[in-house]
């Protein structure tokens, strides 16, 4: 990114919507929105790979509430939420700490949530495993601030390999649910 360029960009936003760039509180703005974006949009250059795996075996592989934050490619507003991966190891399980940090990679970019879901299921399906099942539920302050002005919140998910399969898809969908309302030690 261009953070000098940037920082110019929002100078002039800031001169359209009817205000001083150079008053006190905004003063620095442009410098904070440029540092701020470096920060939120870092998903493009992402290197987050699922190298990192170990030789072990499970049925079922479910890690819950992975927290995101996203902004929205229609205003440029943010979605938030969490995401919840299952998947099949064949033989190698990966680090939670991979799993995290692949939601981060594709949440940190301009996106629609139904994309996100879709792309950290592809991600996770190209290792290899049996197969993965991804949900993603957000609350989207573009639906929130504006228009609608509505407090919906969406559940997106994307099956891939076994979960494909009708019964497997229940399966996995009961273990990740029967998980999330058993309560904490």
């Known amino acids: 990114m261009n953070?000098?360029?940037i920082r110019r960009l929002v100078r002039e936003l800031i001169?359209?919507?009817?205000?001083?760039?150079?008053?006190?509180?905004?003063?620095?703005?442009?410098?904070r929105i440029a540092d701020m974006y470096g920060e939120i949009y870092d998903g493009y250059e992402s290197d987050a790979e699922?190298?990192?795996?170990f030789?072990?075996?499970?049925?079922?592989?479910?890690?819950?509430?992975?927290?995101?934050?996203?902004?929205?490619?229609?205003?440029?507003?943010?979605?938030?939420?969490t995401v919840s991966?299952?998947?099949?190891?064949n033989g190698r399980v990966f680090g939670t700490s991979k799993l995290v940090r692949l939601v981060k990679k594709h949440a940190r970019r301009l996106q629609i949530q139904e994309r996100l879901t879709r792309s950290i299921a592809d991600d996770l399906n190209a290792q290899g495993v049996k197969g993965v099942a991804v949900w993603?539920?957000?609350?989207?302050?573009?639906m929130r601030m504006r228009g609608v002005e509505?407090?919906?919140?969406?559940?997106?998910?994307?099956?891939?390999?076994?979960?494909?399969?009708?019964?497997?898809r229940q399966s996995v969908v009961a273990l990740v649910h029967q998980g999330a309302r058993q309560p904490a030690p």
């Open 15 to 31: 001169i359209e919507i009817g205000e001083d760039p150079t008053r006190e509180g905004l003063r620095d703005t442009p410098d």
């Open 50 to 53: 699922l190298d990192v795996q």
């Open 136 to 142: 993603a539920d957000a609350e989207h302050l573009c």
């Open 150 to 168: 509505n407090e919906a919140k969406m559940t997106t998910s994307a099956f891939r390999g076994i979960y494909e399969n009708r019964l497997e």
């Open 3 to 5: 953070r000098e360029r």
């Open 85 to 89: 991966i299952a998947y099949a190891p």
């Open 55 to 81: 030789s072990e075996d499970a049925d079922a592989v479910v890690v819950r509430d992975i927290r995101f934050y996203s902004m929205c490619e229609h205003h440029m507003l943010p979605f938030f939420g």
